[in-house]
């Protein structure tokens, strides 16, 4: 099929270039179609649920709210992990599902069951939501509102969070691509009552009636309409409160005459709610902004544009002084990976294309394999497509040129080597280039396509990677699979065609630079490889212990999942003491947003983002803060150029800080960890148990244990206890007493401190909450005198009367895991590798922590994912080797050649180790990944050099050495060039440090450094192999080779027969030859018949050599028309003449070819019988001494069986050489028309192989020009 493919591919030439046309249209368009990210998506298939209950603390929450929540979610299909956090006022539930589950349907699984838990949720104690659909690489726009110099005055923080929330939250809502736009920091604007419970109460009112009146106060109503004369007049009453006077106005109740207005009873004005978050910018207090939350599965590339253009149309609406300032915008990121890779790509194609041009000799043949890199590109960009593979720095960092154009280059070589051997001196036409360029791709078009199939097949165990190395190296694997799909393809239709035409078809015979250093190179390597098959046990013996040596380097160089992506920003976490109130985190924030600013020129800005937004997509405590300090680029840095000595730095500086801990690490890298594992940091260490005090008196113990660990870094344990709560402990008997009901005093303190909504009041289409409290004064009180609850009897008891109050210390959060309680001790690796850090830290644990029974250690993370990605390698990579090796016997039909081509894996993985062992790197993901594509490309120099070996054999070549020697140094160049076009094309990112080249570093790194060791091994190992694989061939067959090439020794036969004797006799007496003159001499009696008049009929019939060339039937009918016509017949008929002339000329020398061949067989096998008969006389009596020697013990059995095999081997053959002999004088006989008698006489083989190839090429060529002048 592959044959058929080229052979049409060369024929119709134009077919050829719409394709390359079609595929560069559709890969343009696609590419603009692709939805272009810095990294993977690898968050997992999850939903949030959401409640919020301001009035309840942490152990309320979790028992009334979260576990209802759990029970409930908990028999849904395919749930795989379910995680909560209960917090005060907050519950946070988050339920994880297979990766295959689609979102919509998880997200309608949990509204279903939500609707069943709501009605185990307590009334008025907050309802279930989801979260919006978005993931860890959601954030993709962070944004402050930004006021100008001299408008300080104008806009405070109600009035920012009121524009942020009415202005730009609303005309951003509905980007395509995004889900939700999450204000952060300011005051939420409410109308507050608030109420002064002294004066309430000398006025004899409850709370009760405040709420009646504003709610009677605040509404409109219609009453239909009215007709009046040809008008209809509708009828509206307005009542609701439109300012603060409207609220003050409002009547409470009667005293006598005298009304009791609002404004007598309490304060009115502008209030918020109590807040449980904050955002603070560069030091300089508070500030207001937005995150813009991107819808799961959306193209980010267009959805931040879409932000982008919105944001512009938005700056130009927004109130005098006012800007939209973005401080995090993914597009800087994107723009920096998407750099990576496009420099990369561009330097790894010009790296290849220069060794290309210098490793093959020829422009031409250089620039037809380069053309075919951004060819296969753009099918890539089209399956990608199809596909939905997005572009990022994992899908397109692992695309090696030199890889994807081997194809090509073996087939180009392949020509060229066919070209400059046969045909050098000569100017071909291009139905003989065409001719040239089918014959030499359809020979080595197995190899190449074989090797674009291997390296396919071994990404092929990637592919089915799950989990989070699934979503990192699925699209790698992909989008590398699709370009070498689209390179194999190229590689058997455009290379051959456009080689056939691009070509020069002028052969010079001059020596290029390529052609001095291959040479070169050659002289340098014969004299190696000799001295190396002169030694192969000691080599061998070498290359086994570079192996086990390579292995106990591997158990050294330790472990982590996946290197750290540089984002070029940082992430910093702070934690200040528990119980400690919003205002103290702010200030503690602006403090270290100040150190940083000024003592680090490389930062720009830093914002703070404190406790939880109104969308809690990641609910935190007030305590605990996300820090993000955007950094200058990488050249502009002064104080450090290293990310982890500078980071190192900031943490000396901000140590002046009392009580505050900061962990620093990046914002995707931070999102991903919580979203993945539930903690923020690369390490989790969580303890499961019962008791929360317990747990974290544990949490603690394990902590300091682990800070004192090399590596780790960043030591911090879960806050869970240390919530001072205020108790107010309620006494039933007193309720009883004073006809109180508990709900009475709940609603007391409920509306005194947190507030009691009344209603809404509109401004134009903002709505803000109408909202009863009492006054600041009473609120910051802890005296339950002030207190007072109104019985059934409309009596005012005091609180105090009712109720004790304490204060105690409580949980902060209670977290949860598969419906276990737990605490987690959360640690970040530093310049350590995380398998052995991990590895470390439990065998302490287990050694000097004892836990309670029923309480248990699971370490997760990072690790956690590193554990699960190695036990799905160690399926992968065992069954990637398997489907090579399979391969490779299919294509040898051999297993001895398949294990020999084999052999090149484990020379391949001393290299890869070796090479990360000296970066310095770590055994991670992207290193084993690069170990599977190296074993891929290792093979590829053996296919070459085996098949190679195999041809000369086959060929007749003297001994198994000169077939490796000569094998090998024929093949030096492509070999080379091979190895060199894949590892030059991985350089740049080997060495590259750009952002986002750490997740390629190590994979490039294992690929160039393997392709080095399997290359230098390949060259000298190899054929050590071969040959010690075919020695026990060799022993049975060395003598016979020897003697059957060996015809210089042959002494002059008697009546010697020669080529030209054999040649003659078939040309006299062979029936085919004798015809030949009869067809001539009749076509051209037809060029004399165009002359008769009258009707004439002519039939002829040829085609006594069946094929395509000569079965042809004429027939020539000519009526009066050819008065007319004369001429045209005559030149039609002289033109049928040469034609045939040519033909017949083809036809006889290739009938001369065929006798040639036979008399050649009879020579060969004559020459083998003589010497045979001359030696083995002689060897049998050498065996026979032999025997007798080893009968008497002075010889081994060994010895005396060897001679005695080539005794056998020689017998058989020359019964073989005798069959040959016979069979090949009577076909001879048979085309002489007589017996030949006598045997053959000796002749240059190699001076009659090229004549005749050049007069049967030079005949062919002219009979294709001659019928096509006779078409």
């Known amino acids: 099929m592959f044959e058929k493919i080229i052979h049409i591919s060369v024929e119709q030439k134009f077919i050829v270039f719409l394709l390359v046309i079609a595929i560069s249209v559709g890969g343009f368009y696609s590419l603009r179609q692709l939805p272009i990210d810095a990294v993977p998506d690898i968050t997992n298939n999850q939903v949030q649920v959401v409640t919020v209950s301001p009035t309840l603390a942490p152990q309320e929450v979790e028992q009334l709210i979260t576990f209802p929540i759990e029970i409930s979610v908990a028999n849904i299909p395919r749930v795989t992990e379910i995680r909560s956090i209960s917090r005060y006022g907050l519950s946070v539930v988050t339920i994880v599902f297979e990766d295959g589950m689609a979102q919509l349907d998880a997200r309608q699984f949990v509204q279903e069951q939500l609707n069943l838990a709501a009605e185990e949720i307590p009334p008025g104690l907050g309802s279930p939501e989801l979260m919006p659909i978005t993931t860890g690489l959601g954030e993709i726009y962070q944004y402050t ?108 109740k009667h005293q006598g005459h005298n009304p009791v207005l609002i404004r007598d009873i309490a304060e009115v004005k502008w209030g918020s709610p109590k807040r449980y978050g904050a955002m603070t910018k560069d030091g300089k207090g508070e500030a207001v902004g937005g995150i813009a939350l991107m819808l799961k ?228 390597y014969k004299p190696a490889l000799r001295t190396a098959l002169n030694w192969p046990k000691a080599l061998l013996s070498i290359v086994v212990a570079a192996f086990l040596g390579s292995v106990i380097i591997l158990s050294t160089l330790g472990a982590e999942f996946i290197p750290t992506l540089e984002e070029g920003d940082l992430a910093m976490q702070m934690a200040i003491p528990p119980g400690s109130s919003l205002q103290q985190s702010i200030k503690t924030a602006n403090q270290a947003e100040r150190i940083l600013l000024e003592n680090f020129p490389e930062v720009k800005h830093v914002v703070s983002k404190i406790g939880t937004s109104e969308v809690p997509t990641d609910p935190m405590a007030i305590e605990d803060a996300d820090i993000m300090i955007i950094l200058k680029d990488k050249s502009e840095w002064t104080t450090s150029s290293d990310r982890e000595e500078l980071i190192n730095m900031m943490k000396a500086k901000l140590e002046v800080i009392p009580g505050a801990s900061f962990e620093f690490t990046q914002p995707i890298q931070l999102r991903f960890n919580e979203l993945m594992t539930g903690a923020k940091t690369e390490i989790a260490i969580k303890i ?146 995380i398998a052995s850090l991990v590895a470390e830290i439990e065998e302490k644990v287990n050694a000097q922590i004892e836990l309670p029974a029923g309480y248990y250690v699971v370490y997760g993370g990072q690790f956690e994912n590193l554990e699960a990605a190695q036990k799905r390698l160690s399926i992968a990579v065992p069954a990637a080797l398997l489907m090579i090796f399979v391969l490779l016997y299919f294509t040898f039909k051999s297993i001895k050649y398949a294990a020999l081509i084999f052999s090149a894996v484990p020379m391949s993985i001393i290299g890869g180790i070796v090479a990360l062992w000296v970066r310095g790197m770590p055994f991670s993901i992207s290193a084993g990944i690069g170990f599977i594509a190296l074993f891929g490309v290792a093979v590829l120099n053996g296919i070459v050099l085996i098949s190679h070996y195999n041809q000369l054999r086959k060929d007749g070549f003297n001994t198994i050495e000169d077939v490796v020697i000569q094998g090998s140094l024929a093949r030096l160049r492509p070999v080379l060039m091979t190895a060199a076009v894949a590892a030059f094309g991985f350089l740049p990112m080997a060495i590259s440090v750009t952002a986002g080249a750490e997740v390629q570093k190590p994979l490039a790194t294992v690929v160039i450094g393997g392709l080095i060791s399997s290359t230098l091994l390949t060259l000298f190992i190899l054929p050590n192999l071969y040959v010690m694989f075919n020695k026990k061939t060799l022993i049975k067959a060395a003598s016979i080779l020897i003697l059957f090439l060996s015809f210089n020794s042959v002494s002059a036969q008697s009546n010697p027969v020669t080529m030209d004797d054999v040649v003659s006799l078939a040309k006299a007496n062979n029936a085919s030859f004798k015809n030949m003159p009869l067809a001539l001499e009749q076509s051209k009696s037809r060029e004399k018949a165009t002359f008769q008049l009258g009707n004439t009929s002519f039939d002829y019939s040829y085609g006594e050599i069946n094929d395509a060339v000569n079965d042809w039937h004429w027939q020539f009918d000519q009526s009066l028309g050819n008065l007319f016509h004369i001429s045209a017949a005559k030149k039609a008929a002289e033109a049928g003449t040469e034609y045939l002339e040519a033909e017949q000329q083809l036809q006889e020398q290739m009938m001369i070819s065929q006798v040639k061949s036979l008399w050649f067989k009879w020579y060969f096998a004559h020459q083998s019988l003589q010497q045979i008969n001359a030696w083995l006389p002689e060897l049998q009596q050498i065996n026979a001494g032999l025997k007798k020697a080893r009968s008497i013990g002075e010889l081994n059995l060994k010895d005396q069986f060897s001679v005695e095999s080539i005794v056998l081997a020689l017998n058989k053959r020359q019964l073989e050489a005798s069959m040959t002999k016979e069979s090949a004088l009577a076909e001879l006989s048979k085309w002489c028309g007589q017996s030949i008698t006598g045997n053959p006489s000796q002749v240059a083989i190699t001076s009659w192989i090229s004549d005749t190839n050049d007069s049967i090429s030079s005949l062919f060529t002219q009979s294709q020009a001659a019928e096509l002048q006779w078409m």
């Open 145 to 252: 509102l930004q006021v100008e110099p001299g408008y300080e005055d104008q806009y405070d923080d109600m009035e920012l969070r009121t524009i942020q929330d009415w202005i730009v939250k609303r005309q951003m809502s509905g980007i395509p691509g995004i889900i939700e736009i999450s204000s952060f920091g300011g005051y939420l604007k409410q109308y507050e009552v608030a109420i002064d419970p002294l004066v309430l109460r000398s006025f004899d009112l409850t709370l009760a009636d405040v709420f009646d009146a504003l709610e009677k106060n605040n509404q409109n109503s219609g009453g239909s309409y009215i007709e009046k004369s040809t008008n209809a007049y509708y009828i509206r009453s307005e009542g609701r409160i439109n300012s603060l006077d409207d609220l003050n106005s409002i009547i409470v």
């Open 297 to 524: 599965g959306a193209n980010s590339s267009e959805a931040i544009a879409n932000v982008h253009e919105r944001v512009e149309r938005i700056q130009r609406n927004l109130p005098e002084g006012l800007t939209i300032a973005p401080y995090l915008d993914r597009s800087d990121l994107v723009g920096r990976a998407i750099h990576t890779v496009s420099k990369n790509l561009i330097e790894g194609g010009l790296i290849v294309i220069f060794v290309l041009l210098m490793l093959l000799g020829n422009w031409r043949a250089g620039l037809i394999v380069a053309s075919v890199i951004p060819l296969s590109m753009l099918f890539a960009f089209i399956l990608m497509h199809i596909f939905g593979v997005s572009a990022n720095l994992m899908s397109l960092g692992a695309i090696d040129f030199g890889i994807v154009v081997d194809g090509a280059v073996i087939i180009v070589e392949n020509a060229l080597h066919v070209i400059y051997v046969g045909y050098v001196g000569k100017k071909l036409t291009q139905l003989e280039m065409d001719d040239i360029v089918k014959k030499s791709s359809s020979k080595i078009y197995q190899s190449a396509a074989f090797g674009v199939l291997i390296i396919l097949v071994v990404f092929l165990p990637v592919i089915t990677l799950t989990g989070v190395e699934g979503k990192m190296f699925t699209p790698m694997a992909l989008t590398v699979s699709f370009a070498l799909l689209g390179a194999m393809i190229l590689s058997l239709t455009y290379v051959p065609m456009m080689t056939s035409l691009f070509l020069s078809k002028k052969i010079k015979d001059h020596k290029t630079f390529s052609d001095r250093l291959v040479n070169w190179l050659r002289d340098s």
């Open 688 to 833: 499961f148990g019962e008791n929360v005090a317990e747990l974290a008196r544990l949490g603690q113990e394990v902590a300091g244990l682990v800070e004192g660990i090399e590596g780790a870094a960043d030591v911090k344990v879960e806050q869970t206890a240390g919530l001072a709560q205020l108790v107010i402990d309620i006494k039933r008997e007193k309720l009883a007493q004073y006809n109180v009901s508990i709900d009475d005093v709940n609603q007391v303190v409920r509306t005194a401190f947190a507030g009691e909504a009344a209603g809404v009041i509109f401004e134009n289409e903002q709505k803000f909450d109408l909202v009863v409290r009492y006054n600041d004064a009473y609120r910051q009180s802890l005296d339950l005198n002030k207190l007072f609850v109104t019985n059934m009897e409309g009596e005012l008891i005091p609180l105090h009367e009712l109720a004790d109050r304490k204060v105690i210390e409580g949980p902060m959060q209670i977290t949860r895991e598969n419906a276990q309680r737990r605490i987690t001790i959360g640690v970040n690796n530093r310049n350590r590798d």
